[in-house]
T-cell receptor, first 113, second 112 residues
Framework: DVKVTQSSRYLVKRTGEKVFLECVQD?????MFWYRQDPGLGLRLIYF???????EKGDIPEGYSVSREKKERFSLILESASTNQTSMYLC????????????FGPGTRLTVL | GEDVEQSLFLSVREGDSSVINCTYT??????LYWYKQEPGAGLQLLTY?????DMKQDQRLTVLLNKKDKHLSLRIADTQTGDSAIYFC????????????FGTGTRLKVLA
């Protein structure tokens, strides 16, 4: 059974704090993605990675960075959290194949006070 | 633009059919997907259709693709309370980056 896990389901941080969101997949997928989900806006891609140590900006990378030191782990970093980063964060992974199905973690609901 | 658009809400009675609509913008999209998000969970792939197909049926689900109008729909027959969820359409571009563009999501509420 394929699995994508995220380090926390709920997280509360203060403005200005550095925040780490961790994602781990056990399917040996090459591709990993970080999205944020906001009501009425759907999912917006923050960053993605095709391989270890490789990263590319998505549609809304400002205020975020990522790290992929190992194939199974993709971290999202908020260098200095702000209240407008309060959101649901979803991690996904996919194999490089014809269908390109993405497998999602359960999400981390981050609140920045 | 790159928007994939959906209506935000749909309410149906149990046993009726639900039709969720989506419009997309990129005629070069290779695959179009429907994902389901249940409360408190991540997204899960329901079904997908290749861009050279017009229709795909999978048990209670029927996907219709109108390439001319760039319109995708998902029909759920005999809708059950367990179908209550948010449904996202998504397109995968030909650019080879394996990125998706997601729609805004449609919240389906099934009334008993």
């Amino acid at each position: 059974d394929v699995k994508v896990t995220q380090s926390s389901r709920y997280l509360v941080k203060r403005t200005g704090e550095k925040v780490f969101l961790e994602c781990v997949q056990d399917m040996d997928h090459e591709n990993m993605f970080w999205y944020r989900q906001d009501p009425g806006l759907g999912l917006r891609l923050i960053y993605f990675s095709y391989d270890v140590k490789m990263k590319e900006k998505g549609d809304i990378p400002e205020g975020y960075s990522v790290s992929r030191e190992k194939k199974e782990r993709f971290s999202l970093i908020l260098e200095s959290a702000s209240t407008n980063q309060t959101s649901m964060y979803l991690c996904a992974s996919s194999e490089t194949d014809r269908v390109n199905e993405q497998f999602f973690g359960p999400g981390t609901r981050l609140t920045v006070l | 633009g790159e928007d994939v658009e959906q209506s935000l809400f749909l309410s149906v009675r149990e046993g009726d059919s639900s039709v969720i609509n989506c419009t997309y913008t990129d005629s070069s999209s290779t695959y179009l997907y429907w994902y389901k998000q249940e409360p408190g969970a991540g997204l899960q792939l329901l079904t997908y259709i290749f861009s050279n197909m017009d229709m795909k049926q999978d048990q209670r689900l029927t996907v219709l693709l109108n390439k001319k109008d760039k319109h995708l729909s998902l029909r759920i027959a005999d809708t059950q309370t367990g179908d209550s969820a948010i449904y996202f359409c998504a397109e995968s571009r030909v650019s080879g980056t394996y990125k998706y563009i997601f729609g805004t999501g449609t919240r389906l509420k099934v009334l008993a």
